[in-house]
């Protein structure tokens, strides 16, 4: 061996970093193709869009980690079940901070088309949307969302949160029934707040 010249490397490092290239491209593609819904799932499950940002970067630091782990096709389920994990640690620190998630209201791209007024109206139902969206507990939360939202099947929700169908389908019900009670409450809140008319 020449002296000051590079150890060759052996058939078990190359294939090593055959497999950590191969890893980096799958987490690369998985990010690639689910991080707004990443996102758009903190923001239903109840964070800030300043704290679901970071909660989407705690997500992928997730991923990366058990990468190995997440068989192919499964991606999108461990990403919602680890956002619901990483939502419910985010509310906890809420509740000892005493504070409470902001007002902000869930952020998209402009939309050239619609009219300011169109426009106005849509941040207001987004905005109620949300408000009526943290009345719900996590585990119905999540349920609704999937379905709702994201209009995923009940059997794509029974994979993705890994419960029996008919769970999915109890807390379906129950999120419905909470989600019009509490749409209920809002629309009397807002008559009130105009006089009763």
């Known amino acids: 061996m020449i002296p000051g010249a590079p150890k060759p490397r052996t058939v078990a490092s190359a294939s090593s970093e055959a497999d950590a290239l191969a890893g980096g491209s799958r987490l690369r593609a998985i990010v690639r193709d689910h991080l707004a819904f990443t996102w758009r799932?903190?923001?239903r499950l109840g964070l800030p869009a300043d704290v679901a940002d970071d909660a989407v970067q705690r997500v992928f630091l997730v991923t990366a980690a058990k990468l190995d782990g997440i068989k192919p096709g499964s991606e999108r389920a461990f990403l919602f079940?680890?956002?619901v994990r990483v939502a419910s640690s985010e509310k906890r620190t809420f509740g000892r901070r005493r504070e409470s998630p902001g007002d902000d209201v869930v952020e998209e791209l402009p939309d050239p088309a619609p009219a300011?007024?169109?426009?106005?109206d849509r941040?207001?139902?987004?905005?109620v949307l949300e408000e009526l969206l943290l009345e719900l507990e996590m585990d119905l939360r999540a349920?609704?969302?999937l379905f709702e939202l994201e209009e995923l099947s009940t059997a794509e929700i029974s994979t993705t949160l890994e419960i029996p169908m008919g769970t999915v389908s109890s807390r379906l019900r129950r999120a419905r029934e909470e989600f019009q009670v509490a749409t209920k409450r809002y629309r009397a809140?807002?008559?009130?707040a105009q006089g009763g008319t």
């Open 123 to 127: 941040h207001r139902a987004r905005q």
């Open 81 to 83: 079940n680890t956002a």
């Open 41 to 43: 799932s903190l923001r």
């Open 143 to 145: 349920v609704f969302v």
């Open 189 to 192: 809140r807002s008559r009130a």
């Open 116 to 120: 300011a007024d169109e426009q106005l």
